[in-house]
């Protein structure tokens, strides 16, 4: 699971955001169980979600998913660019590039992209990560033409358009959601200060996807336009569209209004470096009321040979009411509100974390002792049958639970082919999580979770003394 930022969303904290899911895969665990005691023993008849790839000459890449469900169709444009490939000193530019992009363009001034929209009975947003940013429209299979048709003026008519009082109010925009969800929300400086102790300097992921002030405060417009030069063109990107259409049609479309659109230079992606994590302490005092503990270790990158077992890892640790972290620190020993662990596997890298905030009169110190043990316990003999079993049939019935819909299938679809240059991947991602035993997560609990971490507490100002101290499990 990967942290986002959307346009009109305050981003949450990442262990809300996670939290949630994981519940919500919980609670359909128990359903699927009710029909079928394993997730092996569900298998039948290949998973496919089938699809039309099509290549305009100028690099533009668009998938084409026939569903008549409902007579509805959503689009979905990826460009691959994130705040990973931007360069330090001049962050939050692809964040600041989803804001801009709906600020009009040359045949569609602001704020026409909204109100035409709006009155085709579509809607429409936009994301961005560390390692893409996207948009996406959702409506009346009807108002596809017009979808299109204001994607392809804003990426090859947008620039000429774009002005230093339009960078200047999108800059004060996300300064003030920058405020918003990270200075003067409680424990919204973790993000700061986790990711740079997880990541060495100019690691892609060292740094916010909404960048720092002063990054922000320094762009200029021709730096702003340069980066859309570099990184929004057909050749970056790919375009899906999903629901009740022909796909004939669709092709046809989008060669009309994309084809004219000249391709961009090639692009040379950032590389990282292998690097040891080190144990790291860091302690923050902010206006909370609750000590909060962050531990996180250097993980992998998504669809790696040890990414499925880091997901059902955490499921084990925090994903249910009855897991092992949430059982020792909430029920238990009733020492904490609530359990988050979480792998954040990415393009490049990764890594795992667990989150558990203190009930009053605890310290961090005895939470950190009991999720120390609890990790030693799971790596030295192992998950359980049951917990396995568990795990495999909630993160199952989620990811079936999403194919019910058109615009999360269009998502997938764009984010399998930008990892694994095969859009229609749904098979094989689920194979990969039915394939872990529970040797393997004994084996990375031992591989990732007993390495160097980073402890990072947040405790209310003038309450050190409930911060953890150093210490890593043994």
Not at 241 to 260: W, Y
Request: aromatic share 8%.
């Amino acid at each position: 699971m990967r942290p986002q930022i959307t346009r009109r969303t305050t981003p949450g904290a990442i262990a809300r955001a996670l939290a949630l899911a994981f519940a919500l895969a919980f609670a359909l665990a128990f359903a699927l169980e009710a029909l079928a005691p394993t997730p092996a023993a569900a298998q039948g008849t290949p998973l496919r979600v089938p699809v039309v790839v099509d290549t305009l000459p100028n690099g533009l890449t668009l998938i084409i998913h026939e569903d008549r469900t409902v007579p509805a169709v959503t689009t979905n444009v990826w460009y691959h660019v994130g705040s990973g490939d931007e360069k330090p000193g001049r962050t939050g530019f692809a964040h600041l590039f989803e804001h801009l992009m709906f600020m009009g363009s040359k045949n569609a001034p602001y704020p026409q992209f909204d109100r035409l929209l709006e009155a085709a009975g579509a809607n429409n947003n936009g994301s961005t990560t560390g390692d893409r940013t996207n948009y996406y429209e959702s409506g009346p299979a009807n108002a596809l033409p017009l979808m299109l048709w204001l994607e392809a003026d804003r990426l090859g008519w947008m620039l000429e358009t774009m002005d230093a009082p339009k960078v200047d109010l999108q800059r004060d925009v996300v300064k003030n959601e920058r405020r918003q969800s990270y200075e003067n929300q409680p424990y919204g400086l973790v993000t700061e200060n986790l990711l740079p102790a997880l990541y060495p300097a100019g690691h892609p992921y060292s740094w916010s996807t909404i960048g720092s002030m002063e990054d922000l405060s320094a762009a200029s417009l021709d730096d702003v336009k340069e980066f859309f030069r570099t990184y929004y063109a057909p050749n970056n990107a790919t375009i899906v569209v999903a629901g009740a259409v022909n796909p004939d049609s669709v092709r046809q479309l989008v060669r009309t209004m994309f084809g004219e659109i000249p391709r961009g230079p090639a692009i040379t992606r950032p590389t990282p470096s292998k690097f040891t994590l080190r144990d790291t302490v860091i302690v923050l005092e902010d206006r909370v009321q609750l000590p909060r503990l962050y531990l996180a270790w250097h993980g992998t990158r998504e669809f790696g040979p040890d990414d499925a077992a880091l997901d059902i890892a955490s499921y084990v640790l925090a994903g249910a009411r009855n897991s092992r972290l949430t059982q020792a620190l909430v029920y238990e020993r009733e020492i904490a509100t609530g359990a988050t662990a979480f792998n954040s596997s990415k393009r490049l890298d990764g890594d795992f974390q667990i989150i558990a905030t203190a009930r009053p009169g605890f310290g961090l110190d005895t939470l950190k002792a009991v999720i120390d043990a609890e990790l030693r316990r799971l790596a030295t003999s192992g998950p359980t049958a049951r917990e396995i079993e568990q795990a495999k049939n909630a993160i199952e019935a989620s990811f079936l639970n999403r194919l019910e819909f058109a615009s999360a299938k269009a998502d997938q679809l764009n984010a399998y082919y930008y990892a694994t240059g095969t859009a229609d991947y749904f098979q094989k991602d689920l194979d990969r999580y039915r394939a872990v035993r529970a040797a393997d997560v004994q084996r990375v609990v031992r591989q990732y979770l007993q390495a160097g971490r980073v402890t990072l507490s947040v405790v209310p100002q003038g309450k050190r003394e409930l911060a953890a101290t150093r210490g890593v499990v043994q």
